[in-house]
Nanobody, 114 residues
Framework: QVQFVESGGGSVQAGGPLRLSCVVS????????IAWYRQAPGSQRELVAA???????EYVDSVKGRFTISRDDAKNTVYLQISSLEPEDTAVYYC????????WGQGTQVTVSS
C-alpha cells in the first residue's frame, strides 16, 4: 500500500512563497498522476494541482500562475511550489493519487495571514 508523507507547511504572510513536499513510499516512477489537495476549515477537500507520469500538469483556476507542481521520481517526491500565498490558501494540504486514492496522510498545515 503506497503512503504519502507531506511536509513544508507553515505560517506565512500573504505574498510570501512556500514549497511543499510529498514523499511517496515505494517507487514514484510506477505511479501515474499524483495530485495535491487541500481542505480549508468547514470546506470539502479539493484538488488544486496534479501531475501525470509524463509531466503534464493541471491546476484549479484559483491557483493558476501561483502554484507549480513538479515531481522527482528519483527522490520519490512530488513538490508544490507556491509563489505568492493568499489568505484564501489557508488549509491543510495533502497529496494522493489523482485517480484511485490510497489512504490519506496527515497533511501539512498552511496558514496565511494578511
Amino acid at each position: 500500500q503506497v503512503q504519502f508523507v507531506e511536509s513544508g507547511g507553515g505560517s506565512v504572510q500573504a505574498g510570501g512563497p512556500l514549497r511543499l513536499s510529498c514523499v511517496v513510499s515505494g517507487s514514484l516512477v510506477y505511479e501515474n498522476a499524483i495530485a495535491w489537495y487541500r481542505q480549508a476549515p468547514g470546506s470539502q477537500r479539493e484538488l488544486v494541482a496534479a501531475i501525470s507520469r509524463g509531466g503534464s500538469t493541471e491546476y484549479v483556476d484559483s491557483v493558476k500562475g501561483r502554484f507549480t507542481i513538479s515531481r522527482d521520481d528519483a527522490k520519490n517526491t512530488v513538490y508544490l511550489q507556491i509563489s505568492s500565498l493568499e489568505p484564501e490558501d489557508t488549509a491543510v494540504y495533502y497529496c494522493n493519487r489523482r485517480g484511485l486514492k490510497a489512504d490519506w496522510g496527515q497533511g501539512t498545515q498552511v496558514t496565511v495571514s494578511s
